[in-house]
Each structure stands twice: as C-alpha cells, then as structure tokens.
T-cell receptor, first 115, second 114 residues
C-alpha cells in the first residue's frame, strides 16, 4: 500500500535558521507528492507540490524536490521566520485515476520558530 | 475566494448522542472527504464521496456514516458518540477533472465527547 513517513517533531529552530523536514514515501507507480501546512486554529493549506521525478515544488521560500531514487520529498527553507510556525504534512496520491485519487498523509511535523 | 466551510469550530456532545458535522463547499467540486486528525496519527480518512448520493468507506469508517444529498454538502454522522471519537474533524474537497491541485480543506471542527 501507499504510505508516507515524516520526521518526528516537534522541531524548534531560531529565526533565520535553515529548515529541513524529512519525508519519504512508499507507493506503487509514480505518485504525485505534496506538502500541506496547518497554521494554528486553521485547516490544511497546500504549500507546494511535484508531480514527477526531479520536479521541484516551491512556494513562500519553501522548496522540495521529488527524488525517485531515494523515494523522498524533503521540505527545505533557507531562513525561517516566526510566522512559519505550524504543522507540516507530507502527502502523496498515486494519480492512476486522475482526479479521483485519495491523498495519503504523513503524521505531521510541528515546527516552532523562536525569535 | 473559494471555500470549504464547516458549520462549527467547537462542539461538545454527550456519550450516546447522535452528532451531525456539516461541510459545505462553493467550488463545484465533485469529490468530498472527511478526515479525523489526532496527535501522532496524522490525518486518517473516514469516508469520501465522488458524486451526489454516493459514498465510500475510508480507512476508519466504524462508528460513522455520511450523507451527500447535494453536490455542495457532505455531512458526517456519529450515530452514537463515544469518547474515543473526541478529535479534530476536517472536511476537504477536490476537483474530479484536471488540472489537479490537491484538496481544499475546511478549518476543522474540534469535537469533544464527554
């Protein structure tokens, strides 16, 4: 079956530090990969996505590269801000029946940035 | 701005009560989903629907049912609430035809069963 494994949190960093949140996956075929973010008191929002190997998704200074050889999609940001404090979810969908796919989520990583 | 709206942010119900969680989307999306979110377990799919009046079980359907009488509305029903159903419930929707941008989520309903 499909699964997503994220690094366990919580992660606490100082402002302007470099961020990496690891994500690896298991899936049949060639899944599409996503990072969602959940700010306090809110639902999940799509942060970035990649739909094929070597694609790089990026948004709001965050990046993640689809690495098929290592089945990974690690989230990175060069300089984090207090406003980046949130829970981050890695997710995949197999996209075999495009548009009617279910997302499989990781367990989430709570990130706290201290000034 | 497109939205998925969940009717309540916080609910407190008693054990044994029948509970309705409502979700409405204004994006004309075909697909709708109900997840529950628990610490350390992430999001787990309860039920989903690809069209009006159809439904399919997700990974943890026990103790829940759903209703989709109209395209924009997807209701989650707890037939007899129990304390182990205390959780955050998230509704989401998505397009059935491409381009596919993933899910749009509501803000969630935090349900406490006492």
């Amino acid at each position: 079956g499909n699964s997503v494994t994220q690094m366990e949190g919580p992660v606490t960093l100082s402002e302007e530090a470099f961020l990496t949140i690891n994500c690896t996956y298991t899936a049949t075929g060639y899944p599409s990969l996503f990072w969602y973010v959940q700010y306090p008191g809110e639902g999940l929002q799509l942060l970035l996505k990649a739909t094929k190997a070597d694609d790089k998704g990026s948004n709001k200074g965050f990046e993640a590269t689809y690495r098929k050889e290592t089945t990974s999609f690690h989230l990175e940001k060069g300089s984090v801000q207090v406003s980046d404090s949130a829970v981050y979810f890695c997710a995949l969908t197999p996209i075999s029946n495009f548009g009617n796919e279910k997302l499989t989520f990781g367990t989430g990583t709570r990130l706290t940035i201290i000034p | 701005d497109v939205k998925v709206t969940q009717s309540s942010r916080y609910l407190v119900k008693r054990t044994g009560e029948k509970v309705f969680l409502e979700c409405v989307q204004d994006m004309d999306h075909e697909n709708m989903f109900w997840y529950r979110q628990d610490p350390g377990l992430g999001l787990r799919l309860i039920y989903f629907s690809y069209d009006v009046k159809m439904k399919e079980k997700g990974d943890i359907p026990e103790g829940y049912s759903v209703s989709r009488e109209k395209k924009e509305r997807f209701s989650l029903i707890l037939e007899s609430a129990s304390t182990n159903q205390t959780s955050m419930y998230l509704c989401a929707s998505s397009l059935a035809t491409g381009p596919w941008y993933g899910y749009t989520f509501g803000s969630g309903t935090r349900l406490t069963v006492v």
